[in-house]
């Protein structure tokens, strides 16, 4: 894997991003940082994640801009504030000289608490050096104390080795030792947050992007090529835990799982692994899915809701959820991530978790936001680009029209129906059009599960559970009725071409009865009858027309005559459909219709 290379602007963002992420107190606040996403899209899409009340429109007053600013930070807040050039910087700066530097002699001394402003390195070793620079810290030695805390452990109180008012050195403990996550047998690299008691406390512990992760000392290691009880080199500051060729030490991400390593500190996720919980989901997908189920689009503002991190949602530390569908829409957890996966592969697509192709938090993953803050469906149906890549395929190979031998006649592939022409709209007694078959539902978007994101001419739900899964799906609908002999393979969500042999899946043919797959996916739009009772007497059925009868894993229907049904049945075995209906003395119906 190759390391992702961005844009200054870009990167800036994403650091943006993690930070409101992880810290409610953030704030954003600028000329045009909101609805415009700011002059060099630095802020693009954050208030439409965040909301107006995280991600602030200001008017155009730098001076009114900081100074705001400097009252927030003083109430505990942590504004950004966004100059848009530096030539409007000028009426800002009399903030900074006449209030922020003052502020301590205004307060009679009371506004003077120890700041932390730069720690480093971010990452290294218990035993290892460890300076901070800041202000209002004491001389001398022993004079200042830090303090380091993990979320949800415990404060761990450490003398500094050397002290001036600006700037601490320190060697990491080894009492730190027992405060480091720990994961199954694996002593784990911790984020720790600190706070430096000078005279008084530091007013809050140092945010996510300025505190360090710590490892084991990597002298303790034992076994092939490990600390005991501790992570392997390539999770070291010096190691490289994607191979990308870039130090950890150098790498906001070092598994390149999309998620930055202090936020992952934070959800108790590895850093150095894009699966923590191996369901074979990356830990950055199963976040922003979780976030996206966990907008229940009711609140308004409406946002994103942070990470929950507990069940039911996707969850990167659960290795049971991979087969779980969050979000309805019939397709799993995994499922959807191969999905997103194969779409991001395709020319002008991005890997990115901004807005993911496929999410399992989302039915309709393709959206577009209305009545100011509230997600709406944005794939239509009319013109979607893979009917329209699947239809052009279909044209320049020649398979766009069927001859059917057993009828003599050419027909279009989507004339299902057999009567001459393709319906735009559905016909009474019928499930949905020829032409729109994906809208199963006929509202004119896509679901995810009515998308075709490999551009086969088959829905993402008939490949995955649906009529195309393989023979099991119509073993179960048509229970009565005995399945063929072969058990013809199903077809691959994320492959056109499941079977290799140049034929897009829709207009390939599994059991080999010259009737494409498009043309037996559906006994209702075959054939025009209605759904019948699954418990008709054998009596009752009704044995027309003839080609509506079909099964695309099962080469006699509808067709008995077609090339690979066989000639003959087996010597005293039950013949499989339709040789065990009631018009060859079996006991099933001829024939029901019940998709």
């Not at 000078?198 to 512990?205: I, L, P, Q, S, W």
């Not at 945010?207 to 034992?222: G, Q, T």
């Not at 976040?287 to 229940?296: E, V």
């Not at 008709?536 to 009704?542: E, M, P, Q, S, Y």
Request: proline share 6%.
């Amino acid at each position: 894997m190759t390391a992702e290379k961005m844009a200054l602007a870009k990167a800036i963002n994403e650091s943006l991003r993690t930070a409101l992420d992880t810290d409610p107190k953030v704030l954003i606040m600028g000329e045009d940082v909101g609805k415009l996403g700011g002059v060099f899209r630095v802020t693009d899409g954050l208030q439409k994640d965040f909301g107006e009340s995280r991600v602030i429109d200001t008017p155009l007053a730098e001076s009114g801009i900081v100074g705001t600013a400097i009252g927030l930070a003083l109430r505990g807040y942590r504004p950004v504030v966004e100059i848009q050039f530096d030539g409007f910087v000028f009426p800002a700066y009399d903030q900074i000289v006449t209030q922020l530097a003052k502020m301590h002699a205004r307060s009679l001394g009371k506004v003077k608490l120890p700041v932390v402003t730069r720690v480093s390195p971010l990452r290294l070793e218990i035993g290892q050096k460890l300076e901070i620079r800041g202000r209002h810290f004491l001389r001398g030695r022993n004079k200042n104390t830090v303090v380091f805390k993990r979320d949800r452990g415990k404060a761990v109180f450490v003398k500094a080795d050397v002290g001036t008012t600006k700037l601490l050195r320190l060697t990491v403990p080894a009492k730190l030792q027992k405060e480091l996550r720990v994961q199954g047998s694996a002593t784990m690299p911790t984020l720790f947050r600190i706070r430096v008691l000078a005279r008084k406390f530091g007013k809050r512990f140092t945010k996510a992007s300025l505190s360090p992760v710590i490892a084991p000392k990597s002298a303790d290691a034992s076994g092939p090529g490990g600390v005991a009880g501790g992570p392997s080199p390539q999770s070291l500051p010096d190691g490289d835990c994607n191979g990308d060729g870039v130090k950890n030490a150098d790498s906001a991400d070092d598994d390149g799982d999309l998620v930055a390593d202090t936020l992952e500190s934070q959800l108790g996720t590895d850093p150095c692994k894009m699966d923590t919980d191996g369901d074979g989901v990356e830990d950055g997908y199963e976040y922003r899915s979780a976030i996206d189920l966990n907008n229940d689009e009711y609140q308004d503002p409406n946002v994103s809701m942070p990470y929950p991190g507990k069940r039911p949602y996707p969850n990167p530390l659960d290795k049971d959820d991979a087969n779980t569908d969050y979000d309805g829409d019939s397709l799993t957890l995994v499922e959807e991530y191969k999905l997103w996966k194969f779409s991001y592969s395709r020319p002008g697509k991005v890997r990115s978790l901004d807005s993911l192709y496929y999410s399992d938090g989302m039915q309709y993953s393709i959206y577009k936001f209305a009545d100011g803050d509230r997600r709406k469906p944005a794939l239509s149906a009319n013109g979607y680009e893979k009917t329209t890549e699947f239809e052009g395929w279909l044209s320049a190979s020649g398979h766009a029209t069927v001859y059917l031998p057993n009828e003599d006649a050419r027909y279009s592939l989507l004339d299902v129906n057999r009567d001459g022409s393709v319906s735009t709209t559905t016909q009474s007694g019928y499930l949905h059009s020829e032409r729109f078959y994906l809208d199963r539902d006929g509202d004119g978007w896509l679901s995810d599960d009515e998308r075709d994101e490999d551009a086969d001419g088959l829905a993402n739900f008939v490949e995955t559970h649906g009529m195309m899964m393989g023979r099991s799906w119509w073993d179960q609908k048509y229970d009565r009725e005995t399945p063929f002999h072969i058990s013809y393979a199903g077809t691959d969500v994320a492959d056109p071409d499941t079977d290799g042999d140049g034929v897009r899946d829709g207009a390939d043919d599994q059991d080999h009865d010259d009737i494409p797959n498009l043309m037996e996916l559906s006994r209702n739009m075959a054939s025009g009858r209605a759904f019948d009772d699954p418990k008709t007497d054998k009596n009752a059925g009704i044995p027309t027309p003839d080609f509506g009868r079909v099964n695309p894993f099962n080469p006699c229907l509808p067709d008995i005559h077609s090339r690979t049904c066989p000639r003959y049945q087996p010597l005293g075995a039950t013949g499989w459909a339709p040789f065990d209906s009631s018009a060859y003395g079996g006991d099933d119906p001829n024939y029901l219709v019940l998709n």
